[in-house]
C-alpha cells in the first residue's frame, strides 16, 4: 500500500503561482512514479504530469513550459510548480502512483485525497 497526502492548494489570481506537494509513505513508494491529475466541474479527471523518476518527467501538452514537476526521492516527495496560471487550470488536483509510465489514468494504483486549486480572472 502506498499512501498519498497533498498539500497547498488555493486561491490565485490569473497569472500567479502555486506550489502542491505531494508526500509518499508505505513500504515501496519509492520504487512508484508519482503523477498528478485534475478535474475540473463538469469535466472528466486528466493527466497534468508524471515524475517516473528523479529525472524523467512528463507533462500534458496543456501545462508544459508552465507547470514543473520534480521528485525528492530522500523525501518521497513530489512537487509541482505551478507558474502562469490561467482560470483554466482551476480544478482538484489528485496526487497518484503508478508503476507503470503512463498518462493513463487506469493505470495509477493508489491516489491523494486531491486538493483545490481556484485561479480567479
Known amino acids: 500500500q502506498v499512501q498519498l497526502v497533498e498539500s497547498g492548494g488555493g486561491l490565485v489570481q490569473a497569472g500567479g503561482s502555486l506550489r502542491l506537494s505531494c508526500a509518499a509513505s508505505?513500504?515501496?513508494?519509492?520504487?512508484?512514479?508519482m503523477g498528478w491529475f485534475r478535474q475540473a466541474p463538469g469535466k472528466e479527471r486528466e493527466f497534468v504530469a508524471l515524475a517516473w523518476n528523479a529525472v524523467t518527467t512528463y507533462y500534458a501538452d496543456s501545462v508544459k513550459g508552465r507547470f514543473i514537476l520534480s521528485r525528492d526521492n530522500a523525501k518521497n516527495t513530489v512537487y509541482l510548480q505551478m507558474n502562469s496560471l490561467k482560470p483554466e487550470d482551476t480544478a482538484i488536483y489528485s496526487c497518484a502512483a503508478t508503476r507503470a509510465a503512463s498518462t493513463i489514468l487506469r493505470d495509477y494504483a493508489f491516489w491523494g485525497q486531491g486538493t483545490q486549486v481556484t485561479v480567479s480572472s
Open positions: 508505505g513500504r515501496t513508494s519509492s520504487s512508484y512514479g
